[in-house]
């Protein structure tokens, strides 16, 4: 058997994680991995990318690339009876899927914040092309809200090291300087915390940052990040052994989705 991999931009951190833990998975259960990446977040792209699998004859394809409904439900129709599971929908989605809870993470972020004390609080976003990114955005206006609390300053960045310093840079610059900034990756957080050094300013004495993956280098930051954990290995390991199941049962896939908990990493960024 082999699977086909589509996936979203291999250079970002969690991503090429999630490819590596597949790869180890349906390695022990002898499966081989094929992968097409997609250059951009447009339904084209991803169209592309599982055509590009199909036409090397894949048993069954997963898909980890950023789809609203209506484009997860094209995606579906385009692969036919192919076994299809996607990572990165909206829990709502009618689709074969398996998901971190994007409304428990942010609301565990946005607790552990408001738990330290903090009210003056501005939010850093992935790009909002991308599902989760929305998702998470939503989830912390939804929790911050249930305080009658609203972000102080809201940038977006795109998931990159570098657009995380350059956002931050610039809500740095607002007139209201935040206590704290809620991060959607740790990958940007990384570009925030240079930011934030740059401007002169202690992490957590007189900042707190907070990121979104616990990616495997987090630990290493500097400080070292506090995060909200999306195992990726787990996540790799139960999408592969969900969608080989499939294989073998044919069976009502909706009965096999998955939402998988977050978990709140404190470490040494916030205070
Ligand atoms: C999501 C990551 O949390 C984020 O950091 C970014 O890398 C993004 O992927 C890229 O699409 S994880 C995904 C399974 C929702």
């Given at each position: 058997f082999t699977l086909g991999l589509a996936t979203t931009e291999l250079a970002l951190h969690a991503p090429s994680q999630i490819a590596s833990a597949m790869k180890t998975r349906a390695n022990q259960l002898g499966f081989n991995v094929v992968i097409s990446m997609t250059d951009n977040l447009s339904l084209a792209a991803c169209r592309t990318a599982v055509n590009e699998l199909m036409s090397q004859r894949v048993d069954g394809v997963l898909i980890n690339v950023p789809l609203s409904n209506d484009d997860a439900a094209a995606i579906a129709r385009l692969c036919g009876n192919l076994p299809a599971l996607f990572l990165?929908?909206?829990?709502?989605?009618?689709v074969f899927k398996i998901l971190f809870d994007p409304h428990c993470g942010a609301e565990q972020g946005v607790e552990h914040l408001l738990a330290l004390g903090h009210q003056q609080i501005a939010v850093l976003t992935g790009p909002l092309e991308s599902i989760s990114a929305r998702l998470r955005y939503e989830g912390w206006l939804n929790t911050l809200a249930t305080r009658d609390i609203s972000p102080c300053v809201v940038q977006h960045g795109d998931w990159s090291a570098a657009s995380g310093y350059q956002q931050a840079l610039l809500l740095l610059n607002q007139p209201v300087r935040p206590t704290a900034i809620l991060v959607a990756n740790d990958q940007m957080a990384l570009g925030v915390l240079r930011a934030v050094h740059e401007f002169g300013l202690?992490?957590?004495?007189q900042i707190s940052v907070i990121g979104y993956d616990d990616t495997e280098d987090s630990a290493f930051f500097f400080p070292p990040l506090t995060t909200i954990k999306q195992d990726f290995r787990l996540l790799g390991h139960e999408s592969v052994n969900r969608l080989v199941d499939h294989l073998h049962k044919n069976g009502d896939h909706h009965s096999d989705s998955l939402l998988l908990p977050t978990s709140l990493v404190e470490r040494h960024t916030t205070a």
């Open positions: 990165d929908v909206d829990p709502e989605a009618d202690r992490v957590p004495e």
